[in-house]
């Protein structure tokens, strides 16, 4: 019979708990994907249904997030982790961070789709739909860098930032043209202007998750990556 010492015990307790982790975060960014897809889907389809069920949702991740911080503070104050293990923690800190803003603004999104009902449709909601499809295609990417440990798709997205900023600029410009020369505009189009913002704040927050990923897997920054490239 196979005697398992109490050092063999500690060593697979520390990894399960780092698993567990890894795999709350990993549930957490499928739950915040899943919330700006909505959200961006209540605006598009003028659903209110939609956004009723992003801002019921919003709790469930500020739970998680919640969660994710004591098992950290756990894993500090008992496991004192050190190297990768010590990265793969700190980086759990930042991700969660970043997953729950992203959700919130999810959320103000979906606020903003309510509010957008009671206007006639407006043609630059076509724009917002463009942005938000970079916006999640960005998180997706970058989720699933994360979930690979594959620092590639983190890079890209991180280099990608400008074109959420681009499409971001274009929508404010058309949508302040229009408010200017129709003033019936000027309300919804403030909705617009603010789901538009969100969508743009939540590319950055893309960015920063590729940048802790990045972290993660080297022990590097994104910056000093990029400014050592020829």
């Known amino acids: 019979m196979t005697q398992v010492s109490t050092h063999d015990h ?8 780092l698993d567990d982790l890894a795999d709350e975060i990993a549930r957490m960014g499928g739950l915040v994907e899943t919330q700006v897809i909505d959200a961006l889907t209540a605006v598009v389809r003028r659903d209110a249904s939609i956004a009723k069920t992003v801002r019921k949702r919003e709790i469930t991740v500020n739970a998680m997030q919640v969660d994710i911080e004591k098992k950290v503070i756990r894993l500090f104050a008992l496991r004192q982790p050190m190297a990768t293990d010590l990265r793969v923690t700190i ?8 997953l729950e803003r992203i959700g919130d603004l999810a959320k103000t ?10 206007y006639p ?3 630059v909601t076509q724009r917002i ?5 970079i916006v999640t295609r960005q998180l997706r990417e970058v989720l699933d860098a994360l979930s690979a440990d594959n620092v590639e798709p983190a890079i890209r997205v991180w280099r990608n930032d400008d074109e959420v900023d681009e499409h971001y600029n274009s929508v404010i410009k058309e949508m302040l043209l229009l408010m200017s020369g129709d003033s019936s505009l000027v309300d919804p189009g403030a909705h617009i ?18 940048e802790a990923v990045h972290y993660q897997v080297t022990g590097d920054t994104l910056e000093s990556v990029e400014a050592a490239a020829p």
Do not use: M, Q, W
Not at 91 to 98: E, G, N
Not at 109 to 118: G, M, P
């Open 10 to 17: 500690i060593v697979t307790s520390y990894g399960e708990e």
């Open 129 to 133: 739909e463009r942005l938000g499809n």
């Open 121 to 123: 449709p407006l043609e």
């Open 109 to 118: 999104i979906a606020y903003r789709a309510a509010d957008l009902n009671s």
């Open 193 to 210: 202007l603010f789901v538009a913002k969100n969508l743009e704040r939540i590319g950055d927050h893309c960015t920063n998750i590729a």
């Open 91 to 98: 980086t759990a800190l930042r991700l969660a961070s970043d």
